[in-house]
């Protein structure tokens, strides 16, 4: 992922308008399922329910994504190349198709602001908007391991081909060379995909087409699920199967306040050995896909810019921020440990947990804006600055600023990872609400919804995994 500061100039050509008008949407208006779906982060480490596969060869196994996980210069990523989308609309021809690129086209340049008062959103957020609302209402409904109905299927495919056609127009600048008919050689300005989109929108393509592959693989399983709402503790009739039953261990390891989600059943004897094996070997590359997902998520955010707003509302100090017991942690002594810090913390939820996240990525702005000031240059990169500090060997107040910055940032890191559902924190929100970078809007709500659809293959498969381990019992 290319840093903003230093990427070249980037620049979207006169046939962006092209590229917009191939952007529809479903018939629908923006969905209520909104309500319903998780977009926050959510835990991809095995459930305790189920056993660990040793096997992960094969057609779901996690060596099929692992390569796609490596850093940014990862040669698995380069070598994808970024997919044309020129004949998407050659593709549907019907009338019908062609008023949804209208609709979409419009609401696009509307900015979702209907009355045409250009009271709108960015195209930015429009657009991260739009692909939000299509995954919620195409997987919104979706709370079983089987395959997506085939016009759901279609209406994912056909709505994100359009809306990552701009993809193709966002583009960077870099010298080349040019022969004339002559021979003469001249040095000009040629055109190339910019590069974090042309390292990650492959790479997210990639997965969810392994995504939907994993659901696709569900068209004939050994289990099958009780119809919604069912809470009795005897027997229940099934939605999928004839005549069904399952144990009340595999009920009390429901989330009892998602009581409508339907119940995973299973054979009297459990599962066969193939069948098992294979839904651990899908667990498995699912969780390994959620891994990416997040991976990616989080290098986007990192680079979009800070609001002005969010500078603006931050405290004067950064041990305001934190409080005083966590700020002589952090800033007494040599050694610095986050783990133990935490451990010394009142953290009993992911509430608390989310508001402690806020209050010290907010320290570390702090921390970070005081020493950038104390450096003579307030629009130093922050890699910059540290390397100012590091060079002088500074005691003062400007070196004392970079070490709580950096100690506040090693400590929400451990924060995030000990807590790795926690929901989105406050500078991420306001990065998302004004970022005005098309690409990186793009780059970030699809890998967003990606992380959220892994995670729930994840977790329905944790069901019947642990469906099967009480019915062996």
């Not at 019907?94 to 419009?106: G, N, Q, Y």
């Not at 099958?224 to 009739?237: K, L, M, P």
Request: with cysteine; net charge negative.
């Amino acid at each position: 992922m290319a840093d903003i500061s230093s990427s070249p100039s980037v620049s979207v050509s006169d046939e962006s308008l092209e590229a917009e008008a191939r952007c529809c949407s479903s018939s629908s208006t923006p969905p209520s399922l909104l309500d319903t779906v998780d977009f926050s982060r959510t835990p991809s480490d095995v459930s305790s329910f189920s056993e660990h596969s040793v096997d992960l060869s094969g057609r779901f196994g996690t060596a099929a994504v692992s390569k796609l996980i490596g850093g940014r210069g990862s040669p698995a990523l380069s070598r994808l190349s970024m997919k044309p989308r020129a004949d998407v609309l050659d593709r549907r021809g019907t009338e019908d198709e062609m008023e949804l690129v209208k609709e979409r086209f419009s609401k696009l340049l509307l900015g979702e602001d209907m009355s045409g008062g250009g009271k709108g959103v960015c195209t930015a957020v429009a657009i991260s908007n739009a692909i939000t609302n299509l995954y919620a209402t195409v997987f919104g409904n979706c709370h079983k391991l089987e395959p997506l109905p085939a016009g759901k299927k279609t209406m994912w495919r056909r709505e994100m081909d359009c809306l990552l056609a701009v993809c193709d127009y966002i583009v960077e600048f870099y010298p080349s060379s040019q022969s004339l008919s002559d021979g003469t050689r001249v040095e000009v300005m040629a055109t190339r995909p910019r590069s974090d989109i042309y390292i990650n929108l492959p790479a997210l393509e990639k997965l969810d087409a392994m995504l939907i592959e994993i659901m696709d693989s569900f068209q004939k399983a050994e289990f099958w699920y009780a119809d919604a709402g069912t809470r009795s503790f005897g027997s229940v009739t099934s939605s999928s199967s004839p005549s069904s039953s399952f144990r009340r261990s595999t009920t009390t390891h429901r989330n009892e306040d998602k009581w409508w989600m339907p119940v995973p059943c299973v054979p009297d004897g459990g599962l066969s050995v193939k069948a098992r094996k294979e839904l651990r070997q899908r667990r498995d590359c699912a969780n390994q896909i959620h891994k990416a997902a997040v991976a990616i998520n989080s290098g986007v955010l990192s680079d979009m810019e800070v609001p002005e707003s969010f500078m603006a509302l931050l405290p004067k100090s950064g041990k305001a921020s934190v409080g005083d017991s966590v700020y002589r942690a952090m800033h007494s002594g040599d050694k610095f440990s986050p783990d133990y810090l935490l451990d010394c913390v009142d953290v009993s939820s992911e509430h608390e947990a989310l508001a402690l996240a806020d209050r010290v990525e907010a320290a570390m702005y702090v921390w970070r804006r005081k020493a950038t000031a104390s450096h003579g240059n307030r629009s130093a990169q922050w890699s910059k600055v540290k390397e100012l500090a590091a060079a002088a060997d500074d005691d003062g107040e400007g070196g004392k600023n970079v070490a709580l910055a950096s100690r506040a940032e090693s400590l929400l890191l451990c924060i995030k990872h000990r807590f790795p559902g926690l929901s989105q924190t406050t500078l991420d929100t306001s990065k998302i609400q004004f970022n005005k970078d098309v690409g990186q809007a793009i780059l970030e709500s699809y890998s967003r919804v990606l992380e959220s659809l892994a995670f729930n293959i994840v977790s329905w498969t944790e069901e019947v995994l642990f469906a099967d381990k009480n019915a062996r019992k």
